[in-house]
C-alpha cells in the first residue's frame, strides 16, 4: 500500500464539524432570552439584530481562528483553511499566536499593523501572516447583518 505524500498526510482530519450559522442560533437565543428578562418582556428578532450588531463579526472571527487552527471544523469555512495554522509559519510561532489574539479580539489589518509598528515587531512577518490569512476575503454574512 502507498503512503500518503507528505502534503496530504500533513493536512489535520477534521474531529469536530459544526455550522457556523446553527451555533449562532443559540447565542443570539441566550442574548435575547437575557435582554428580554432585562426589559421584561420577549425583544424578539430587535434582539437578535442587536446581537448581529454587536456581536457577529467577534464571533465568526473567534470561530475563523478555531478553523484555521484546526480545533473545530467549520463547515461555512473554507476546506483548505483548516488547520493551516498547524502547517505554516512554524518558524514564527510567537508573532503568529499574538496576530491571532488581536484578530480573535475583532481587529482588522490596519489595527494589527499599526499594533506591530508600535511593538517594533518585524514587519516583513507581520506582513506576510497578514497576507497569507487573508481575513478581507474570509467574512460570512449573517441574514440580519447590514454591514456585509
Known amino acids: 500500500m502507498n503512503a500518503l505524500p507528505s502534503s496530504v498526510s500533513s493536512v489535520p482530519q477534521p474531529t469536530l464539524k459544526k455550522s457556523v450559522h446553527r451555533e449562532c442560533i ?20 430587535s434582539s437578535v439584530r ?9 464571533y465568526l472571527r473567534a470561530r475563523w481562528v478555531e478553523h484555521l487552527q484546526g480545533k473545530c471544523f467549520w463547515i461555512e469555512l473554507d476546506r483548505g483553511d483548516f488547520g493551516l495554522l498547524q502547517r505554516e509559519f512554524q518558524s514564527h510561532r510567537e508573532l503568529l499566536d499574538l496576530i491571532l489574539d488581536q484578530l480573535a479580539s475583532g481587529k482588522e ?7 506591530a509598528l508600535a511593538n517594533n515587531l518585524p514587519m516583513d512577518a507581520v506582513n506576510e501572516i497578514l497576507e497569507a490569512l487573508d481575513i478581507n476575503s474570509r467574512r460570512l454574512a449573517h441574514r440580519f447583518d447590514t454591514n456585509t
Open 109 to 115: 489589518n490596519l489595527d494589527v499593523i499599526n499594533w
Open 26 to 45: 443559540e447565542e443570539e437565543n441566550k442574548h435575547k432570552w437575557i435582554a428580554s428578562e432585562k426589559a421584561g418582556y420577549d425583544l424578539g428578532e
Open 50 to 58: 442587536q446581537w448581529v450588531k454587536e456581536h457577529w463579526r467577534g
